[in-house]
Structures are given as C-alpha cells and as structure tokens.
C-alpha cells in the first residue's frame, strides 16, 4: 500500500478519514436545508460563505464537497423525495384493508415525512423550482418517479380486482402534478390549512382516480 493510500486511511481524533468526510458533509447539508428553507427565497439569497459559518466548517471543505450552492439544493431535493417514497413503500408493503385505507396509510407516512423534516419541505417544493434546466430535469424525473410507483400501485389492486382495470397514467400524471402544486401552495403560505386537512384533500381527489372495482 503507497503512503498516500496510507494517509487516506489515516484515522485522526479516533475517526477514519472517510467518516470524517461524511460528517462533514452532512454537516453542509443540514446547514444548506436551515439556510434555504428558514423563508421565501432562501436559496436565491444564500451564499457560500454563510452556509459555511452556520456548518462552522471553511470554504475549502465545502468546495470538496460541493462544486456551488445548486449542487447542495438537488441533493436535499433529492433527500426529501427519497425519504418520502421509501416511506410510502415501506407502508404499502405492510398496510392492509380498502383501497382507500391503503391509500390514507400512504399519505400519512408521507406526511410524517414532511413534518419530520420542515426545511427540506420548502427546499423540494419551492426553493427548487426554476433555478436551472439541470435542476429542472432531477425535478421531472423526481415527478416520473412518483408517477411510476403510483402507477404500479393502481395496476395490483386492479390485477386484484378491487378497482377497474385501465391505463392510469395520465391520470397519475395529473395527480402528481395536482399534489406537487397543492404542496408547493401550502408550503409557501398560500393555503391556510393543517397538514391533516392536505392528506383527508389527497385522499379524496386519489379515490376520484379509480374506476370501480369488479361486481
């Protein structure tokens, strides 16, 4: 093994360098998410050197981390999203009863999410939008994958006979669409409306989807 290979496995204050590169940039992160998400305009107003001194880390352990403010952004965008729909998975595996107590499960779990993780809310559904096309693209295909688990879902309780069978695409996609403008209203202060009120709404225009089921 070189020196260098060596040095990089170095511990030092009793942690492997790895890990202490990983603390470090979850340290960014958090920082990032309590700096573009604490109001309207978070990110467009952020800089270096502030997320930096909230981290009580240097510019130069950020720049080895990150090469600008937009790549701390997407990767919360992508933390939340990941997190939301491990949940709804987790759940979906586990739930029992109707369609619709199945469905009211999901949106629970991903209303835990969001409540456990209030910055990260306002950085996926607001801070997010239009700052770049390269942000633009992890967005839709944020979007296409919400559109394919939910698709998937309605083909097995249709395959199980407990809603019609039909291609439910479009009509993933405008829910997808629908829940993401709700989510952004609400997180911007526009809808006036417990987090409660949003899932008890989501539920509802989720079971106006589906096609009754067989006789």
Request: proline share 3%; net charge neutral; with cysteine.
């Amino acid at each position: 093994m070189s020196d260098e290979a060596r040095g990089a496995r170095r511990a030092y204050g009793g942690k492997p360098a790895a890990q202490r590169r990983a603390e470090r940039r979850e340290r960014l992160l958090k920082a990032g998410a309590e700096l573009f998400g604490a109001r309207p305009g978070g990110y467009r107003t952020a800089s270096v050197a502030a997320l930096c001194a909230r981290a009580d880390l240097s510019t130069r352990q950020f720049y080895e981390e990150f090469r600008n403010l937009e790549e701390v952004l997407a990767a919360l965008h992508g933390r939340i999203h990941r997190a939301a729909r491990a949940a709804i998975t987790a759940t979906l595996a586990e739930a029992e009863g109707s369609v619709r107590e199945r469905a009211e499960a999901a949106f629970r779990a991903y209303a835990r999410v969001l409540t456990a993780h209030p910055h990260l809310v306002r950085v996926a559904f607001a801070e997010a939008a239009s700052v770049s096309p390269e942000l633009e693209r992890q967005r839709f295909e944020a979007r296409q994958g919400w559109v394919d688990l939910l698709v998937g879902a309605l083909d097995e309780a249709a395959a199980r006979g407990e809603i019609g069978a039909r291609d439910y695409r479009v009509a993933a996609l405008g829910f997808v669409a629908a829940v993401n403008g709700l989510l952004y209203d609400w997180t911007v202060g526009y809808v006036d409306a417990p987090l409660d009120t949003i899932v008890d709404e989501l539920t509802r225009m989720f079971m106006g989807l589906l096609e009754p089921g067989g006789p």
